[in-house]
């Protein structure tokens, strides 16, 4: 990484703390990652946008600050990118993934909360994550407890407009949730000072889509035996869209892609066992679960997770010649994410055996974050749905920390022998 | 008790089940209640009610159900009772709290999950509930993600029908919370055959005034130094209130009432910490933390919570010639209930600030039933808002089990001592 300590400096971080954060990335990033064998060429790119992950993007960002360009940090797939990308402003996910952050999100958080959400709020209070202090607005939604809850701490450190999402699918959330999207488009005007016109939308809407149409085909070459790319890099390719700009991100991933189509062609099958995990997202570093069980004898080809499926399934149609027609098309297909935010889910019940088909999956692992309830409850659903077709499942909740990890290898290792 | 055995047996009632359920229950009762000193004669009523609670008040749904009325159990202050009366049907509510549910609930739900979620559960699938037993459907409500999701394994076992709650105040979330209520409405009248007229809309409002208007009276008497009444006993009366006869209720309380008012005319003043509770709700038999203050030198002279002000608070305008006019009235009102479930709640805040000046607190204890995320996060406004005020603050974090009484007295000790 180059020299960023002036630009941190501008944006008012904790040096200090900051080092010692940046001094722990390269090793885990190192042990985990460059330690995989045969990796695609064109992983290199998404190596390098780790790497930089607090620098060069970081620095993109103020040079877009300086040309008037508006910075909105996001901690959800549910807040639409079409409507950021209309305004002309840049959408970064805030999701955080370190364990480095909990000890300060403790400080305002109940510890026995969600890792992920003490983990976001200690980055934006301990300035120690320069996306956060680069943001010009948070857009948070309603999605959980603990997030709804802990905006309203976030708020006293910075701007952030909360999305009220529906927590049921009836015809009429549909329409409150348009509403919901008109009012955020209003919020992203006065802001940025440009007019969302249908024009833009539609520019927006198809950006989206091809951002989500180059994850799709990732994710599409992943149902191949083997994969002709590990878990581990799919998920980082996954985490890097969350920051990266996303024109190049949709170039280099394309790149990747190209490169794995050519792979396939030589590829002789494996006996590998194929694993979806299913349930709670994965933050940048949080690689955990992916290191594990590609330790073993496994691959993990699909993520039914926010940071996999969830984020790219199903495109915006960009056909309407009005603002609500395409606002109402956008509801459309963010209201059908099947986050277990909604009662009922059952469309995640659905995508989990579409998935244990398409990718011919030899176990399922439900990955939960601690203290997440809405998933934790929906995973009685999950085994029920799965011991009716006799597919392996195990449950695996966890944090950011290191502790459990050799009690979760032992559980893994049992669970591989066993499928 | 009277021999209920033939009317549980035709609930399908796990008899022996019960039985250990209600040995428990006299003893406790006996130890906390009858042992208090100079208890207000009216309260011979509540103990019949609770003595009785499972026997006496569900014959009396038996018989209702016979002449063709339907019971609905509900979970929560946010379902207005109101449609409930103006469909002529019977509700009652279904939050429980008792330690004794919780290991049926632990098996299908997480552990680390608030108690009363899991005692609710619990308390259906082990069929030791005569009030679940008697419903004829459950009402739910999206306010935190353990109820939302718990009401999706219940679904397998009853008929539910669950409202949307707007998670913000918006304007537009008025609009959309009249028209959950208008779904409601229909709901129930298809549950109940019967029409949901202005008339009857009228009449039903005009009974929730009453019974709110009731325990407004009794809370407004505990605003005398001393309370004529204990934190105990306001308690039971608010418990018995969500389960009991509305207009016996209403009769019972004003009987306890004007004895109260007499009370006060000849009270000494005392020396007793005047404490307010505010937090998560108490259902029967929990009465844990107002046993432990009141065995010390204190009185609980207010509770802030859905078993206490959030019940009871505004009223519901009865004023207006159609259904929509009717609807809005209670949209109004039970939108500004003041639960942590919202995001802002500031209200909350305000409502806190307003008690501790009416009923003269010395201190205020916040509780939080263990893993209850909203209120858990709540906490930190809270603090912040009395600490400005200089008003003492205790926070307990518990559930229903009884190892941590011990150290909840020592820390009330040291709290009572400070104040």
């Known amino acids: 990484m180059g020299d960023y300590k002036n630009m941190w400096e501008n944006l008012d971080m904790d040096l200090d703390k900051h080092d010692i954060l940046c001094s ?3 090793e885990s990033f190192g042990e985990i990652y460059l330690t995989q064998k045969n990796r695609p060429e064109s992983m290199n790119y998404f190596n390098y946008a780790l790497a930089e992950v607090h620098g060069a993007r970081i620095e993109e960002l103020q040079k877009s600050k300086e040309n008037g360009k508006k910075v909105v940090g996001t901690f959800c797939v549910f807040v639409p990118d079409e409507v950021i990308f209309a305004a002309d402003a840049i959408g970064v996910g805030l999701c955080s993934g370190s364990q480095f952050w909990i000890e300060d999100g403790e400080k305002v958080l109940p510890r026995n909360l969600c890792p ?11 300035r120690t994550c320069p996306y956060f202090q680069s943001c010009n607005m948070l857009v948070g939604e309603t999605t959980c407890d603990g997030k709804k809850k802990a905006y309203e701490i976030l708020q006293e ?68 035996i083997p994969s002709p790319i590990s878990g581990l890099d799919a998920l980082l390719v996954s985490q890097v869209a969350f920051m990266d700009d996303p024109d190049r991100f949709i170039t280099k991933t394309e790149q990747l892609c190209d490169e794995l189509e050519e792979r396939v062609k030589n590829q002789i099958p494996n006996t590998k066992k194929r694993i979806m995990i299913t349930g709670t997202p ?21 993520e039914e997770t926010c940071t996999g499926t969830r984020y790219f399934e199903n495109q915006v149609s960009d056909k309407g010649n009005t603002l609500d027609e395409l606002i109402k098309n956008i509801a459309q297909r963010y209201l059908n994410i ?14 989990i055996l579409e998935y244990v088909k398409e990718y011919k999956i030899d176990g399922v692992i439900y ?12 995973y009685k659903q999950v085994e029920k749905i799965l011991k009716d077709k006799d597919i392996p499942l195990l449950n695996i909740e966890t944090d950011y920390s290191e502790e459990d990890i050799g009690q979760i290898k032992t559980r893994i290792e049992a669970f591989l022998e066993m499928i």
């Open 282 to 302: 994965m933050a940048i570093p949080n690689w955990k679960l992916h290191s594990i069980v590609e330790a073993l004898d496994a691959e993990i080809v699909v």
């Open 157 to 224: 450190y910075m701007p952030i407009h909360v999305m009220d999402l529906p927590q049921m699918k009836k015809e009429k959330d549909f329409e409150q949730w348009q509403q919901e999207i008109k009012i955020f488009i209003k919020r992203m005007e006065e802001l940025t000072q440009n007019k969302v016109t249908v024009k833009r939308l539609k520019e927006g809407i198809r950006l989206a889509n091809r951002k989500r149409a180059v994850l799709k085909r990732l994710y599409d070459l992943r149902k191949n």
């Open 24 to 26: 722990a990335l390269p």
């Open 367 to 378: 990955y939960n974050l601690s203290f997440c309830h809405t998933y934790a409850i929906e």
């Open 338 to 351: 099947h986050c277990a935010c909604f009662t009922p889910n059952t469309g995640r019940m659905e995508d």
């Open 116 to 126: 992920l959400v003490k983990a976001f709020v200690g980055a934006k209070i301990s």
